[in-house]
């Protein structure tokens, strides 16, 4: 028992001391904090399948919240039609217009924004993001460091609050719950986050790790073979891992959400982010 504690404070004096490092080395200031109109809320929508239920059923609901959407969302009929006034990119890949046509999309929908947004970046692509938006006066630009912060909580909470670091940002969602609480809304819904990846999982006869992660809207034939080709490699205990890292990360978010008196509600019907109460 005494051996385990030890165990348990030195893993944290590492991880702390390795986040002060990683947060020096990568971490820049980012856009300042905000703060809501007490009451106020957010509605998160992440692709996950069961947000095309949630659009077509609880419409109005939606509507009586912000909104914030993550990556191709600006893809699909939907966003002009709900026009959320908040936008969260953080893989790599959409920083790159040349990289995929469905990129080349985005931008283009997105540099036909005709309503006032925020889109959440990365701090280091803030500067690729203000050439591929081409001066569209209607979007705002505030940042975020992807610096993965883990160790005491009290160094955590503190690299949070300021903006240098978040839990491992496994999935869009971390960064948009941390986006979300920056702007100082004091409650957070989340739909489409889904999460149900290991259903989806499975492993074919040549042993190729296969991931299918299924949205709302129908992925073209272009975005299936981007996936394809980004799990080439993986074995099945690093795709299982990095799951696990999202589903902690999840947990990282509650307890600091709690400490700040935020409530994040997980309001997405059969999700598996087991971290949050559900509505």
Known sequence: MVYDKIQKGLGRVSSSL???????LLSKGVSVRHSQ????????????????????????????????AVNFFANT??????????????DGVFFNATSHPNVVALWENLKKVSW??????????????????????????????????????????LLYRTGLGMPRPRNVMIPAIMSAIREGFPKIYLCGADHTWTQTLSVDDENFVVSIQPH????????????????????????????????????????????????????????????????
């Open 18 to 24: 390795a986040s002060l490092v990683k947060v020096a």
């Open 37 to 68: 109109p007490e009451g106020s809320s957010i509605v998160i929508m992440g692709n996950g399948p069961s947000l095309r239920s949630t659009i077509d059923n609880e419409r109005e609901w939606l509507e009586s919240n912000e909104l914030m």
């Open 77 to 90: 009929p939907d966003f002009p039609k709900l026009r959320p006034r908040y936008y969260v990119l953080a």
């Open 116 to 157: 006032e947004m925020t889109l959440f970046v990365p701090v280091r692509s803030l500067h690729l993001v203000k050439a591929l938006a081409m001066g569209n006066d209607n979007l705002r630009f505030s940042t975020f460091n992807l610096t993965p912060v883990e160790g005491f909580k009290g160094l955590s909470h």
């Open 216 to 279: 709302f809207y129908e992925d073209n034939e272009k975005e299936k073979e981007r996936v394809r080709e980004a799990y080439q490699g993986l074995h099945l205990h690093e795709v299982l891992g990095s799951m696990t890292v999202a589903f902690r990360s999840y947990w990282l978010l509650r307890e600091y959400a709690d400490s700040l008196g935020v409530k994040i509600i997980n309001a997405t019907p059969g999700s598996m982010i087991d971290a949050f109460p559900r509505r």
